[in-house]
């Protein structure tokens, strides 16, 4: 291609499509996640005027089923909407890490746990692209707040940045091979994602061998050449004529290599020709069983958090039950923004308890007359409350995690008036449930469940479904004991993540901070008993296996999760990480062996000396539980890990060489040939206890300015060699 060819490849034709280019056609890419939202007819962000699509349960309740097999079936029917609509690429998942709950698009995202939301990424990235229909993973990357989403800068640490925020974009990258990765509007450490060389040619494609396309979120770019010199492929929206020209002027000029603009435009005609040839005229897809598939997502999704007296289940001849609240009839099932989907269907709760009851059903709205509500509570023998939170959406974050208030007088007032009281919430991120939860017997946390979400809830409600649901995000009992309260959401342009690496339940643990519910939290209509925990090494990770049985009266789904902790860590470290989790199905009275494995990449932390990943050794504690904070089952096992020997200089501290047998042999060999030159005092000094406290945290250097002329250049670097 000409090179203005090359440059008219890499920027859209418009808001939805690539640039036909000689013999490169065009394709359609378009909004997801959790459903297609292809625009009707017009130019721009029209987000009301889109084809019916299956609106499935958004990533904040899918990830609450802690099922993979059931992630991947729903990227799979996205896939063939896909199809049918002539879409050739879906703009998810979203995997970015819940790193404060008031976060806008948290609904949109998985979980506040790298290895969690990454497991999940992953499947959901096979199931679409099996249908031959490409990904587009984002936001790549540190994109976690909506406030001044397209300048803030994200300021953390390396550390942090790989072992939380980019290491569930490495899973995916590395096992799905996402055909597209889009980066973030945001700056990271004072660089935009757009133009940060470092994440997207160095870490992405050269430690992690992306060979996909780079796009760019949509206006996230400020300088086309710029970018393309960093590594993105693929502008959009389009068209970029002023952006096409500096291209080609940059590359005429000499200031772009020629090379980096031609990279670009390849990858853009090859994803479009892989589209093509996976296009399938004609394709249909079966709307009533993706809504079938919908509801059974959204039943897997709920979380049971509170059922006092076994209230719940209900039965189906209960005398008489009071639905109250407008979102029972008029279902909040998504955020807004760019992936708000116009439903196929819409199932409301209200409908579906009446065509699950066989007693009265009565309704009240609720919310401006809490009283005529509370009055029509006492009439019935329980009283099912709809509440929810109106606030998660793309480009503004929540300001509090309180429910509005006309809602938490509701429920006030109804538990006042019927002790059978069941709350049933709707939110895309997590709620303040405390104080008034301790008045209410069962509580229901019921996300945003898409189009089929009614239905879901009161199959629940009824137990023609057990819930399953575990939480992916720590519920605190408020906001301020967040890990996240006092660095969110930034000032004058940056944003500092000052929690480090203790993001979310990390958090919470290290300071032992009590919590309304915790991270992996979930009841069940049945219960389960854990057993025969054994761990072996294998690999350089973890073999995990262990009995599970259903010892209960209902069949259910246990999920059985693996944390891990190492005592005397040479870095810092949460008290327990989640590594391994299995959603296990048992009929009442079945037990099951259940095996997971924790590999050593996950185990691993980013040494900051080094630069690398490092599996350190030492004897793990493996524990098997319920939730964060109901862990059955301990076990411990030697891991070999890797060779973490770090070179010493003469910055390196005396405890230090020491610490190291060859080093600690080197330095008492040289105290004794300082000895013998004279230096007899300062190696004495050196030897005593008492003295030795006090040069423990010298570096080497400062002692040999000590020491004078007994300590000599050719000396110390005998020592070094010998250590070395």
């Known amino acids: 291609m000409e090179i203005e060819e090359q440059a008219a490849l890499t920027s859209g034709a418009d808001f939805w499509h690539t ?17 297609v939202r292809k625009q009707v007819v017009g130019e721009g962000l029209g987000l009301l005027a889109s084809e019916p699509s299956t609106c499935f349960p958004p990533a904040v309740a899918m990830g609450s089923t802690w099922d993979p097999e059931l992630v991947r079936r729903v990227g799979a029917a996205l896939g063939d909407e896909c199809l049918a609509k002539d879409v050739a690429v879906l703009l998810g998942p979203g995997i970015n890490l819940k790193r404060t709950p008031l976060g806008g698009r948290n609904f949109e995202y998985f979980s506040e746990d790298p290895i969690l939301t990454g497991v999940m990424g992953a499947e959901w990235v096979e199931g679409l692209q ?3 229909v490409g990904a587009s993973l984002k936001h790549f990357a540190i994109n976690n707040q909506e406030t001044d989403r397209m300048r803030v800068s994200a300021d953390v640490d390396e550390r942090t940045l790989r072992e939380m925020y980019l290491r569930a974009f490495q899973r995916v990258i590395q096992r799905a091979r996402p055909w597209t990765v889009m980066c973030s509007y945001n700056r990271i450490n004072g660089v935009y994602a757009s133009q940060h060389r470092w994440l997207l040619t160095d870490v992405l494609r050269g430690e992690w061998g992306y ?9 996230a770019v400020v300088d086309r050449v710029e970018a393309v010199r960093a590594g993105l492929d693929l502008t959009m929206p389009g068209p970029d004529e002023p952006g096409d020209r500096a291209l080609a002027g940059a590359v005429r000029g000499g200031s772009l290599p020629a090379a980096a603009l031609e990279t670009a435009s390849d990858r853009v005609a090859a994803l479009v020709r892989r589209a093509v040839a996976a296009a399938t005229p004609g394709a249909t897809f079966d709307a009533a069983a993706h809504h079938a598939l919908a509801r059974e997502v959204a039943g897997r999704a709920i979380v049971l958090l509170k059922n006092d007296g076994g209230l719940l289940p209900l039965a189906a001849d209960e005398a008489s039950i009071a639905v109250i609240g407008e979102q029972a009839r008029t279902p909040r099932y998504q955020g807004g923004g760019s992936s708000l989907i116009n439903p196929t269907k819409l199932d409301n709760a209200l409908d579906e308890i009446a065509a699950l009851a066989r007693g009265e059903v009565r309704f009240a709205e609720g919310y401006d007359d809490p009283g005529a509500a509370a009055a029509l509570a006492a009439e019935c023998s329980v009283a099912v409350v709809f509440a929810g939170s109106e606030e998660e959406t793309e480009g503004s974050d929540r300001t509090s995690l309180e429910l ?11 538990a006042a008036a019927n002790p059978r009281t069941v709350v049933v919430l709707s939110n895309g991120a997590v709620v303040r449930t405390s104080p008034w939860d301790a008045a209410v017997p069962a509580l229901v946390e019921g996300w945003l469940l898409g189009q089929a979400g ?28 967040h890990p996240s309260y006092l660095d969110f959401p930034g ?15 990390r958090g919470f643990d290290a300071r032992e901070q009590e919590v309304a519910y915790p991270f992996g939290f979930g009841l069940s209509y049945t219960t389960f008993e854990y057993s025969g925990l054994s761990v072996s090494p294998v690999d350089g990770g973890l073999e995990v296996r262990l009995t599970v049985a259903n010892t209960g009266p209902r069949d259910g789904r246990e999920v059985v999760q693996v944390y891990t902790s190492l005592a005397g860590s040479r870095v810092r470290r949460a008290p327990r990480e989640l590594k391994a989790f299995a959603t296990v199905p048992l009929a009442a009275g079945e037990s099951a062996e259940v095996l997971l494995r924790v590999e050593a990449a996950d185990l691993a932390y980013w040494d900051i000396e080094l630069g690398r990943w490092v599996v350190e050794a030492g004897e793990y504690t493996v524990a098997v539980g319920a939730s964060s904070r109901d862990l059955r089952l301990e076990a411990t096992a030697a891991v070999a890990g ?21 080093g600690a042999q080197a330095l008492t060999e040289a105290f004794a040939a300082m000895a013998a030159a004279g230096g007899g005092a300062m190696a004495a000094t050196a030897s005593d206890p008492a003295m030795f406290g006090l040069m423990a945290s010298m570096p080497l250097e400062r002692v040999v300015a000590f020491a004078g002329d007994a300590f000599s250049p050719e000396l110390l670097a005998a020592t070094l060699k010998a250590a070395n």
């Open 19 to 35: 640039r036909a280019v000689g013999d490169v056609p065009a394709v359609m890419v378009t909004d997801g996640p959790h459903g």
């Open 130 to 132: 099996s249908r031959g």
């Open 211 to 219: 060979e996909g396309v780079l796009v760019s979120d949509w206006g």
């Open 404 to 414: 509005p208030a006309a809602h938490l007088a509701l429920i006030e007032r109804v």
């Open 454 to 481: 009614g239905g879901a809830v009161a199959d629940v409600l009824f137990g023609v479904v057990n819930p399953s649901g575990r939480l992916t995000e720590t519920i605190p009992l408020r906001l301020a004991d």
């Open 491 to 505: 000032e004058q342009g940056h944003v500092r993540y000052g929690e480090g690496i203790h993001v979310g339940y």
């Open 642 to 662: 890797d060779d973490e020997r770090r070179p010493l200089t003469t910055e390196s501290t005396i405890a230090e060489w020491f610490a190291d047998p060859r």
